[in-house]
């Protein structure tokens, strides 16, 4: 008899067989790719020696130009070469509006949408120009392993909102990569630093990017990461850092900014960043815009970016609050992202945690090399259980109910992946469908809040309302993704969505919505409790309405009659009121009052069902 072999949990059939895994950091200025080789974790090189990829594409006549060469075209050519795609992705045309001035391109709007930059090839979405740069360092990869890749875990800010998510998630479908899951960025970077091997504590990642911001509180206990809390800016980056020196530059020269062709835009840009990263080692730097120059000194450039790293500290403080921890408690801060090498940006974090962060690993380099070990986990080179990441979502996920309410079904910080359930009901006698709205956000009221998606539940038995019972489910994946589905219970008929927005939050609007939901928290309560005892108080009238229309001229004296009619008008009287109190007061002496019509409503229906059967038939044999 043959023995048949099978491998140990979490690892390749064949013991000596390693599966070509990358981790990958699509960001908004550079990209890059990494993987694990003998127990080693770098970025790959192109055929130069080149780690970074710029994350620019260009279109040509002739093809597509992807990194450094179509980045050389930036100036000449910036209507058709396309940089901090990034900022783009999960966004609608609504949205890119709001970018400041920071894009200059040409935009169109998709039937999903989605924005569509005008190139001289055609209109194109952010997916798919993100398509390009996946392609083009998963060609790198593969050429560098000596073969096909089997699979990649690709970084997004942990701030990315669900419609982000998807879009980058879309990107790495057209280049054709296998995705492992979506990682946080913040918490990418503390594998990096083999933070997962120590024992306990408690570590902050604050990520600046070219176009995004994040801060992560993570809590490491025995190799698993646990985030705590999350904060950023999904649209704050070392591109409006450029984007306040250009503006100094313009100014200078005498140059109105609304008065700016494409070129022109691209132009300064460009040279504010030489400019800033120049900074960085001297004190003094030569600029130039036309036929002006001049020189920026590095104590002018801190007071220009001064208010954007304050803007950043504020969302560090809400994280470590939202962490229910103090700065003294931080273990380490990791630094990530180019925009880190600021000088003030280092003193500032040094100075809010007390300590001297991390900066050992190259700041550009360190997402994905973290990324790199978490997919050499998930493809079986190592044991996955070395290694447990656990995120949680930004913002609460929810329902609407009667009343225009919001009902928070899993709230925001929670742990990922999760599913959790919650039953609600009918509101409306005989109703046999039921419309579910899924929201995202922090307020009491839907209005304040985000609507995800919409979808309907039918097939619903026709009962009395409040006979039904429908379970909703919401399920969201170990890449942030939400999938949402709904159950009468007794017939088992469903209905389900999975919420793939066509673009994702505006500028600050996740951070907005977090800071009203404090500021608001008050005035959300009241409105709620108003809302609740408004819906209860229609909920009464229409009931006693249909019952006395139906059963009141026969089961009561017209005395009887007169004065529930009275107690009717009365209620909706109270129920404009907008006191809160006074209509649940209302609402307690209508439905006392009426306790004894319903009393001989119940008994009417008891003859009616008993009339022409005796009693021994409803005896139990």
Known sequence: MSLLQISEPGQAPEPHQQKRAVGIDLGTTNSLVATVRSGSTDTLTDLEGRHILPSVVRYTESGIEVGHEAWAHAVEDSLNTIVSVKRLMGRGLKDVSTLGGVLPYQFAESESRMPLIQTRKGAFSPVEISAEILRTLAERASESLGGELDGAVITVPAYFDD????????????????????????????????????????????????????????????????????????????????????????????????????????????????????????????????????????????????????????????????????????????????????????????????????????????????????????????????????????????????????????????????????????????????????????????????SLARFELRGIPPLPAGSAKIRVTFQVDADGLLSVSAEELSTGVSSSVVVKPSYGLSDDEITRMLRDSQTSAASDRDARKLREQEVEADRLGEALAVALDTDGKALLSEEEFSALVSDLRNLKSVRGSGDADAIKVEIERVAKASDAFAARRMNQGIRNALSGHKIDEFKES
Not at 251 to 273: K, N, T
Request: hydrophobic letters at 40%; proline letters at 2%; glycine letters at 10%.
């Open 163 to 450: 419609g982000q998510r998807q879009a980058t998630k879309d990107a790495a479908r057209l280049a054709g990569i296998n995705v492992y899951r979506l990682l946080n960025e913040p918490t990418a970077a503390a594998v990096a630093y083999g933070l997962d091997e120590g024992a306990e504590g408690v570590i902050a990642v604050y990520d600046l990017g070219g176009g995004t911001f994040d801060i992560s509180v993570l809590r490491l206990n025995k190799g698993v990461f646990e985030v705590m809390a999350t904060g950023g800016d999904s649209a704050l980056g070392g591109d409006d850092f450029d984007k306040v020196l250009a503006g100094w530059i313009l100014d200078q020269a005498g140059i109105g900014h609304d008065a700016l062709e494409s070129g022109s835009h691209r132009a300064v840009m460009v040279e504010a960043r030489r400019a800033k990263e120049a900074l960085t080692d001297n004190d003094t730097v030569s600029v130039s815009h036309g036929d002006w120059s001049g020189e920026v000194t590095k104590a002018l450039f801190n007071e220009l970016v001064e208010p954007l790293v304050t803007k950043t500290l504020r969302s560090f403080k809400r994280a470590l609050r939202d962490g229910g921890v103090k700065a003294r408690d931080l273990q380490e801060v990791v630094m990530v992202g180019g925009s880190t090498r600021v000088p003030l940006v280092r003193d500032k974090v040094a100075e809010l945690a007390g300590k001297e962060p991390l900066t050992s690993i190259d700041p550009d380099r360190v997402v994905a090399m973290g990324a790199a070990r978490q997919a050499n986990a998930l493809a079986g080179n190592k044991s996955a259980d070395e290694m447990l990441l656990l995120d949680v979502i930004p913002l609460s996920l929810g329902l609407e109910t009667m009343g225009g309410l919001m009902e928070k079904v899993i709230h925001r910080n929670t742990t990922i992946p999760v599913s959790r359930a919650q039953e609600f009901t009918t509101y409306k006698d005989g109703q046999t469908a039921m419309a579910v709205q899924v929201l995202q956000g922090e307020r009491e009221l839907v209005n304040d809040n985000r």
